[in-house]
């Protein structure tokens, strides 16, 4: 099932300073990487500053955010997410 619900934003711009479940794209719309977190802001610049990250060889486009305040519920979502899309940046 793909993200629901879900807002789309620029790798390389602003996001929202919420919890929730992400994929981040490549520029052909392919899924590189799928995480969850309590801030998404502060995680896409975590990713952007960590330059030796796989995600960099692979193109990151665009952030896909599906927002979740429960804890719980995120990692859940981000595991059936992963199942899913099989993303070459995770893992």
């Not at 619900?5 to 990487?33: A, E, L, R």
């Not at 500053?49 to 927002?67: D, Q, S």
Request: glycine share 12%; charged share 25%.
């Amino acid at each position: 099932m793909p993200f629901t619900n879900s807002y789309n934003f620029p790798f390389g711009g602003d996001q929202p300073t919420i919890g929730g479940v992400y994929g981040i794209t490549d520029h052909g719309g392919d899924m590189i990487f799928i995480g969850q977190t309590d801030n998404l802001e502060e995680e896409i610049k975590k990713h952007k500053a960590n330059t030796g990250h796989k995600i960099h060889e692979l193109g990151p486009n665009k952030v896909i955010f599906e927002a979740i305040k429960d804890e719980a519920a995120r990692s859940s979502r981000a595991q059936l997410l992963i199942t899913e899309f099989e993303p070459k940046a995770n893992g």
